[in-house]
Every structure is written in structure tokens, then in C-alpha cells.
T-cell receptor, first 116, second 115 residues
Framework: EAGVAQSPRYKIIEKRQSVAFWCNPISGHATLYWYQQILGQGPKLLIQFQNNGVVDDSQLPKDRFSAERLKGVDSTLKIQPAKLEDSAVYLC??????????????FGEGSRLTVL | AQSVTQLDSHVSVSEGTPVLLRCNYS??????LFWYVQHPNKGLQLLLK??????LVKGINGFEAEFKKSETSFHLTKPSAHMSDAAEYFC?????????????FGAGTILRVKS
């Protein structure tokens, strides 16, 4: 079974530029998550999709971040314009069902963003 | 809101010696707790989970964790460390929020295994 695919793995941009990250979840997984992991911290949930609908985007900085999951499969996370504090690893995860007590998410290897 | 605190940012052990990674949780109800592991350049992987059944939980690769309500702890242990255990470990709690359950991660503990 193929895992969660993310691209690009690394991206370096100047502040105020834009960047987009792509994620393809495990086939058949209804729920998709984007997490931000800043160096020295644990992952923080940015947005959760159930199929192609947004379940939770309460921690997404909507003035600069946007995400979509067209057709309920792959997803794109965009940052425009980027700030220095956006330097982080962006993790995509998926699960067959919505997170309940099972807690099992399958993570991709992440996209590391450096903003100069 | 639920939260977890990992008491050590770095732990260093020798190969073949026991591993102890400490985690305390804060919860207003009986929590669901998890440990995830992240090897270099790999995705996070679920190591084990506690969901109010047996308090001693066994996971993959010989790891186990014990839920202690009186101490609000969920420490991760392994009797004998292997070089391949070197990784970052995250203690995680499932938090019931406005939009349903979501996972809240601790800051992580980097485990170094010396030969």
C-alpha cells in the first residue's frame, strides 16, 4: 500500500513570495490533515478535511494560508505572502475515518520550507 | 483543552540499556494518549495507544507505556535500547474540541543511542 505522498520535499523562498505544497493521501482515506511543525516544537494542526469539506480550520492563518481538497482526494496548501515565521516542516496526514479514539494517522515525510 | 508535557527534550542512552521517555498530561476527563515516533527523514508513525482499556500498553519494536492516572503520566519505556531506536518521540493526547477530536502533540524528545 502506497503511503502519503508530499511534494516538494524542500523549498527555499524569499519573504513575501508564495509557495504551494501538494499532498496525496493513502487511497480510500476520507480524512486529510495539514500540520505545521516548527523546529523544536510538536506538530500543530492547521486544517482538517473530511472528504472535500473543511472540518476544522480554526488554527489556519487565513490571511495568508489557504488549502483545498478538490474531489476529496489530493490537497494543496498555499502560503501567500510568506513570512519568516512560516519556516517549518509542513506535514500531511490521512486517516481512514475521522480521528476518534483510534488516533492513528498516517503521515507523509513532510515539506520543509525555509523563508529568507 | 487537553495538553501533554514531555519532560526531556533530549535523552541519551547506551545501546542495550533501558529507555525512559517521560510524558505528563493534563486532562479534565479520561484521555486517549499515544506515542508517535519520527525517524530522520521519515514520516511520523504511531508507536502505541492508550484508550482506557489496559493501563499497560505494548507497542511496536518492544516499546511500552503505562497510564498512571494518579500521577497524570504516560511514560514510554523499553528494556534494552537498539541503535535503530534513535529518533524523535512525541507524546500525544486526543482533545475533544468544537469540531471533534483532534490530536495535540507534545514538543518531542530526541533519543540518542550510543554504541
Amino acid at each position: 500500500e502506497a503511503g502519503v505522498a508530499q511534494s516538494p520535499r524542500y523549498k527555499i523562498i524569499e519573504k513575501r513570495q508564495s509557495v504551494a505544497f501538494w499532498c496525496n493521501p493513502i487511497s480510500g482515506h476520507a480524512t486529510l490533515y495539514w500540520y505545521q511543525q516548527i523546529l523544536g516544537q510538536g506538530p500543530k494542526l492547521l486544517i482538517q478535511f473530511q472528504n472535500n469539506g473543511v472540518v476544522d480550520d480554526s488554527q489556519l492563518p487565513k490571511d495568508r494560508f489557504s488549502a483545498e481538497r478538490l474531489k476529496g482526494v489530493d490537497s494543496t496548501l498555499k502560503i501567500q505572502p510568506a513570512k519568516l515565521e512560516d519556516s517549518a516542516v509542513y506535514l500531511c496526514a490521512s486517516s481512514r475515518l475521522a480521528v476518534t479514539n483510534t488516533g492513528e494517522l498516517f503521515f507523509g515525510e513532510g515539506s520543509r520550507l525555509t523563508v529568507l | 483543552a487537553q495538553s501533554v508535557t514531555q519532560l526531556d527534550s533530549h535523552v541519551s542512552v547506551s545501546e542495550g540499556t533501558p529507555v525512559l521517555l517521560r510524558c505528563n498530561y493534563s486532562s479534565s476527563y479520561s484521555p486517549s494518549l499515544f506515542w508517535y515516533v519520527q525517524h530522520p527523514n521519515k514520516g511520523l508513525q504511531l508507536l502505541l495507544k492508550y484508550t482506557s482499556a489496559a493501563t499497560l500498553v505494548k507497542g511496536i519494536n518492544g516499546f511500552e507505556a503505562e497510564f498512571k492516572k494518579s500521577e497524570t503520566s504516560f511514560h514510554l519505556t523499553k528494556p534494552s535500547a537498539h541503535m535503530s531506536d534513535a529518533a524523535e518521540y512525541f507524546c500525544v493526547v486526543s482533545d475533544i474540541g468544537e469540531y471533534g477530536n483532534k490530536l495535540v502533540f507534545g514538543a518531542g524528545t530526541i533519543l540518542r543511542v550510543k554504541s
